[in-house]
């Protein structure tokens, strides 16, 4: 049976480099891209521009899909680290994915692979090893993205019965090349580069790869269980670690300062107006804080088990990001 990839949020890091892996492979995909976004790479089957928050503009999806096998990637969402509420996260995330799995069992989808995060899994003990888990709840987790994705994750695994297989995917923190918006850890890679970050933090966090991330997502259409969650994550890095690693892809000055976390949470609400003047994406919020001083542990074995699942080193990762970010001036060499 022909196979048809549908991807939804193709113009955002991870998704791009989805559609770019599979298009590369000889795949048939479709992307949904919202209104006034770029496409980034060519060879779509078809673009529609639309809104997960309509369901009318999704249909064009599935024009002239009878007798196609179709696996539907839903990655759009929004990462949202900010204090503020945030009504437009909730809706994307939440209400998004529930138009995602209507359209899905309409359209008898055979696959959904819903992109969650390591933050809908409920948090445990500080140090202790977090697996995979059927058991999602919004109040088992702390910050308004967790939240939101946790009620996302609970909706899909529901929606899984003979009809539509779900998987879940739970990516850690995202770095890497391909990222044509401002994602998080390519913001801290340029401000560092511009010789803008003169401070880091003391803490950490487990950041993968997002072509590793891709690979594991791929492997997941076929081998990925009906019902079933995978972590795609790296390893647990300190932050300190993470830019002495860049100091040297980059040969750049390295950062001696770090702060700790009571000096961080004092100066975030400054940080969070200071981005807002400029419109740019904060680099530290209370919520970041909390997130790089709670040291979490990911493990993927399952992924390494059930997907073949593997990941590259990080020197690599921050090379390949330095030298992309380099090619499409974004920073100077």
């Known amino acids: 049976m022909d196979r048809l990839y549908i991807i939804t949020g193709a113009s955002g890091h991870l998704g791009n480099v989805l559609a770019r892996e599979l298009i590369s492979k000889g795949e048939r995909v479709r992307a949904l891209i919202l209104p006034g976004e770029e496409v980034r790479c060519d060879g779509f089957e078809k673009i529609v521009y639309g809104d997960v928050l309509r369901k009318d503009t999704m249909t064009h999806l599935f024009e002239d899909v009878q007798g196609r096998r179709i696996i539907f990637i839903h990655c759009a969402g929004i990462v949202y680290i900010k204090s503020k509420y945030s009504r437009t996260v909730y809706d994307v995330n939440v209400n998004g994915t529930k138009n995602v799995i209507d359209m899905c069992k309409e359209h008898k989808v055979s696959k959904l692979i819903y992109i969650s995060s390591v933050h809908a899994l409920p948090e445990i003990k500080e140090g202790e090893i977090i697996r995979e888990t059927k058991d999602f709840d919004p109040e088992k987790v702390v910050g308004y993205y967790a939240k939101t994705k946790a009620e996302a994750t609970k909706l899909v695994l529901k929606a899984n019965d003979e009809n539509l297989e779900v998987c879940v995917i739970h990516p850690s923190g995202i770095i890497g090349p391909y990222d044509y918006g401002h994602g ?76 700790p976390r009571w000096i961080a949470y004092l100066s975030a609400p400054f940080a969070e107006i200071y981005y807002k003047i400029f419109n740019k994406s904060p680099l530290y919020t209370k919520y970041s804080i909390y997130t790089l001083t709670y040291k979490q542990i990911f493990s993927h074995e399952k992924a390494d088990k059930e997907l073949n699942y593997s990941t590259r080193d990080m020197a690599d990762t921050l090379k390949d990001t330095y030298d992309w970010l380099v090619r499409n001036g974004r920073i100077n060499r």
Do not use: P, Q, W
Request: net charge positive.
């Open 184 to 259: 998080h850890m390519t913001g801290m890679v340029e401000e560092y580069c511009k010789g803008r970050l003169l401070a880091g933090m003391i803490g950490g966090y487990d950041f993968v790869d997002v072509r590793d991330v891709v690979g594991g997502i791929i492997s997941c259409a076929d081998r990925g269980r009906s019902g079933e969650c995978y972590i795609l994550s790296n390893r647990y890095f300190t932050i300190r670690e993470l830019m002495d690693e860049l100091s040297k892809v980059t040969n750049k000055r390295r950062i001696r300062v770090y702060l």
